[in-house]
């Protein structure tokens, strides 16, 4: 990343905190970051730059979780048009020019059982016409983009979505703690057609295997900035109130040194499992 341009980004995104955690999307913020390097590192090493993305990702949510939340949600999208055959789009997502959000919350808790599939797609020419409502996406406003898996019979396409005004519904119905800045809606379509150059497969489960890993491992990032942060914080207070913070549980400089171990441990795993993001044994992605 650009140092000198992420540094005074970040700043920026540190003065807005209170406006972010009351309901701002920090829509400004995040095209910075872009410009930034922060969404670019499977442009500049493809499949590699898993490891990178997670750091980003980490940078930004040591700052603010909710920001470092829509980035990665931004680093998802660019991870999805990496393997697909819209280089356009790619470049533009990987340098902030668009953003977006993943919209694989819906498919892959349907997958497991959990809930069912609210989108569903019928074969047209040229491409799909898709109906039904994804719940929440994030990172979205009118002009983004988003994943979205949708069940065409007894098959699920991949895709991505544009958030045109006068093709989709953006819906904004829930609040959330901690994450009201997160640009989080319903997604309505409604006769939605999805051409074939925005389609990234006919069938996810044929490209499920390289997209999964490298999307749930990037949440980590997420994870281990606010960690970073929470012992930052506990290093400042641990001798303040006249040493009465000692007496708390991780109050005391020998609790402190375990929090900071245990984040080691799990960062250095992160980014080990970061550096083989086509691993296809099934105990990588449990590990993971």
Known sequence: MQNSLLEQTLRSLQARLTHIHQGFYPKEILENLGKAGTYASFLEQKEFGLENAL?????VS???GNTGFCVWCQNA???YLFHS???ELFIKASLGEILGGTGLSNPIKSFAQIESIKIKAVKVAGGYVLNGTLPWVSNLDYGHYFGVIAKEEENYIFGIA???IDKLELQENVHFIGLEGSGTFAVVFKDYFLEEALVISHSFSAISQKIMPGFVLMQAGIALGLLENAIEILEKLKDSKNGINAYLSYGNLQNVLKVKEQHKTIQQEALRLAKTPYDAREDFFYAI
């Open 62 to 64: 040591k700052v603010c």
């Open 162 to 164: 544009h958030c045109a």
């Open 77 to 79: 999208l660019a991870w």
């Open 85 to 87: 055959e819209n280089k």
């Open 55 to 59: 750091q980003s990702i980490c940078a």
